[in-house]
């Protein structure tokens, strides 16, 4: 069957109140901009390590792991890929990807070519600053990650992961009777969190035990989520609305 593409202006992802509202103006440039879909099989990569990348990708749906491989085989999940996200910039600017993102679910990509990133530029210089946002996003994360990682214990660190996890995916209008899809494996969050597998099935016990938030059937239940996020030390408030590519 032939993958219809989507016409910018009838992107649903795009309307959701996680992200900045385009122009008119915006929208027909990023129709020209875009030259196309990929969509990407569970367990594929949307973009390897070492890897050079023609296109800058936005995910339209699906979502990822972004890892990276040590030389003896170790892997470190960097952050969690969500539709919305933009992929491959960092490969885009230096030549070459420094980490794979592997596709958990099948994913839909949007691409839009390298090359003609400087007309971002000079033709459209709010869609340009959009992009630098993107990148500053993305920098406050893994800032808050190595934070997590030096400071948080095992507990605070799960809960951090399904507190960020959760409220990613109600912003994108993805919960349904206080569940929200949760295609990660526990090794995905082991790798993500720096413990082991057995120490992280036994935090997400704990949290079931206690009955503060569950992961079953692929799905995260959320039963008290000012709870968990007290113990992840984050705030509960609303993330700021981000641009989208």
């Known amino acids: 069957m032939q993958h219809t593409v989507t016409d910018c202006r009838d992107c649903t992802l795009r ?41 800058l990708l936005t995910v339209l749906d699906g979502m990822a792991v972004r890892s990276v491989l040590l030389e003896d085989g170790r892997r470190q999940v960097i952050s969690f890929v969500f539709p919305g996200d933009l992929i491959g910039l960092q490969g885009g600017l230096m030549g070459e990807s420094r980490h794979s993102v592997t596709a958990v679910t099948e994913m839909t990509l949007c691409s839009f070519p390298r090359s003609r990133v400087w007309e971002l530029f000079v033709n459209q210089p709010a869609r340009a600053y959009d992009l630098t946002w993107i990148a500053a996003i993305e920098e406050h994360f893994l800032g808050e990650t190595v934070a997590t990682l030096g400071k948080r214990d095992a507990q605070e660190r799960v809960a951090w992961a399904l507190v960020r996890i959760w409220r990613r995916l109600v912003a994108l209008g993805m919960e349904t009777r206080g569940s929200v899809p949760f295609p990660f494996r526990q090794h995905d969050l082991a790798d993500a969190l720096g413990l082991s597998i057995v120490h992280t099935n036994r935090r997400i016990v704990a949290l079931r035990q206690t009955g503060l938030a569950e992961i079953t059937g692929r799905r995260l239940l959320m039963h008290d989520h000012p709870a968990l ?17």
């Open 15 to 55: 309307c959701k109140p996680l992200f900045v509202v385009m122009t008119d103006d915006e929208l027909a440039f990023m129709q020209r901009f875009k030259t196309g879909e990929t969509i990407v099989k569970a367990g594929a990569d949307a973009l390897s390590q070492g890897q050079k990348s023609p296109v």
């Open 229 to 245: 996020s007290r113990i992840a030390q984050l705030e509960m408030k609303a993330d700021d609305v981000r641009p989208i590519l």
